[in-house]
């Protein structure tokens, strides 16, 4: 069983940043492919971006590529995403996730999420 608790959203305004944190319980933390994802109000939870267990490669939805970096420390079992050049469109809920599969993009891959961080961007 993994736990994962994300911090660090917030309100900031459109061309800002923010940095996301999600720490995860367990020993095992290195062995899972580390998933970001959103809800919008109104809308479907959609993927964001992952980091993956093995080889450490990244990849990222259209939407964000060029905008948001994932990176992850295994020795304090947190994953990180740093959002830039924030747009009114990235509010949303932000989830982490976590999946025993390597370059999943689906929801439904991803075992173990956490609770979700708000985060608002105003125009």
């Known amino acids: 069983q993994v736990q994962m608790v994300e911090s660090g959203g917030g309100l900031v305004q459109a061309g800002g940043s923010l940095r996301l944190s999600c720490v995860a319980s367990?020993?095992?933390?290195?062995?899972?492919?580390m998933g970001w994802f959103r809800q919008a109000p109104g809308k479907e939870r959609e993927f964001v971006g992952r980091?993956?267990?093995?080889?450490?490669?990244?990849y990222y939805a259209d939407s964000v590529k060029g905008r948001f970096t994932i990176s992850r420390d295994n020795a304090k079992n947190t994953v990180y995403l740093q959002m830039n050049s924030l747009k009114p469109e990235d509010t949303a809920v932000y989830y982490c996730?976590?999946?025993?599969?390597?370059?999943?993009?689906?929801?439904?891959?991803?075992?173990?999420w956490g609770q979700g961080t708000q985060v608002t961007v105003s125009s």
């Open positions: 996730a976590a999946s025993t599969s390597t370059y999943s993009t689906i929801e439904r891959a991803y075992d173990y």
């Open positions: 367990g020993r095992t933390f290195s062995s899972y492919t």
């Open positions: 980091f993956s267990r093995s080889g450490g490669s990244t």
